[in-house]
């Protein structure tokens, strides 16, 4: 398998809920990042995780934990959501966070798409 | 702060067209500058990237970008629309810290027969 794979593709969850998004890349790169995209809106950069270490928090609510366990995976632990984070979360990655100052070249996986009831 | 501005969230073209999706900037520094675009239920895809070199990119499927710094824009081009162009398109900048992208609100392009 190559690529960037996201999982699940879809959820659908409660306010109360616990839930994590899952992200794998297959291309060898140090560098992992989550984005948020609702309609209307720019892509929102979320975290950036460069060998396995957080670099980058923008500012994201605490209902959201990112998880690195290696430079293939990236989870995104949701609880207690609110109505307004329901969106696409997109996951990308790159040869390593630097690298995206030389390339432009992150690789997004097809996105999970979240709905907040 | 770095950002980016496009303008128009819709544009519609005839196939055989031309296209032209816009793009402003504001960087602190000098600017690294991309446009990517999203096919319906994919990821995104890298269309083009200008990195200081020469002013006038070209990237894949035939669209191309020219960066005008006294404008502070980098518009795409195509000479002449496909159907299969019809998709969202985002224009992004580097982050200050060079390790992210900033990304514009994207662009939806419909191409009719």
């Known amino acids: 398998e190559t690529g960037v794979t996201q999982t699940p593709r879809h959820l659908v969850m409660g306010m109360t809920n616990k839930k994590s998004l899952k992200c794998e890349q297959h291309l060898g790169h140090n560098a992992m990042y989550w984005y948020k995209q609702s309609a209307k809106k720019p892509l929102e950069l979320m975290f950036v995780?460069?060998?396995?270490?957080?670099?980058e928090n923008n500012s994201v609510p605490s209902r959201f934990s990112p998880e690195c366990p290696n430079s293939s995976h990236l989870f995104l632990h949701l609880h207690t959501l609110q109505p307004e984070d329901s969106a696409l979360y997109l996951c990308?990655?790159?040869?390593?966070?630097?690298?995206?100052?030389?390339?432009?070249?992150?690789?997004f996986g097809e996105g999970s798409r979240l709905t907040v009831l | 702060a770095q950002s980016v501005t496009q303008l128009g969230s819709h544009v519609s073209v005839s196939e055989g067209a031309l296209v032209l999706l816009r793009c402003n900037y504001s960087?602190?520094?000098?600017?690294?500058l991309f446009w990517y675009v999203q096919y319906p239920n994919q990821g995104l895809q890298l269309l083009l990237k200008y990195t200081s070199a020469a002013t006038l990119v070209k990237g894949i499927n035939g669209f191309e970008a020219e960066f005008k710094k006294s404008e502070t824009s980098f518009h795409l081009t195509k000479p002449s629309a496909h159907m299969s162009d019809a998709a969202e398109y985002f224009c992004a900048v580097r982050n200050q810290a060079g390790t992210a992208l900033i990304f514009g609100k994207g662009t939806t392009l419909s191409v009719s027969s």
């Open positions: 995780y460069n060998f396995k270490e957080q670099t």
């Open positions: 960087s602190s520094v000098p600017p690294y």
């Open positions: 990308a990655s790159s040869q390593s966070s630097l690298a995206v100052a030389n390339t432009g070249e992150l690789f």
